[in-house]
């Protein structure tokens, strides 16, 4: 689910992505966040748990494939966000 962050920024916000676990590892996860990002260029703000390792390698690949390279990593409140913009 997508959502514009607020009407004074147009920044597009990831507030959830799940793959069901009998599907993860075949490719499905990456061909959908990246078909999403290329559908909706501009900038991006995502968030996992900070403990979430699994995710945050997940979603490095993907911000590195999809983005301009630049990316702002800050973590707060017990989660850790990225903000980037998509190509």
């Known amino acids: 689910m997508t959502k514009e962050k607020d009407e004074t920024q147009s920044c597009h916000v990831l507030s959830h992505f799940f793959i069901l676990r009998k599907f993860r590892r075949m ?3 990456r061909k959908a966040a990246i078909s999403l990002f290329k559908g909706s260029k501009g900038v991006w703000e995502l968030c ?6 699994p995710a945050q390698k997940f979603w490095d690949q993907i911000i590195d494939e999809v983005s301009y390279g630049e990316v702002q990593v800050k973590t707060e409140n017990g989660r850790r966000y990225q903000n980037f913009i998509c190509k």
């Open 48 to 53: 996992q748990l900070e403990g979430n390792i």
């Open 27 to 29: 490719g499905v996860g």
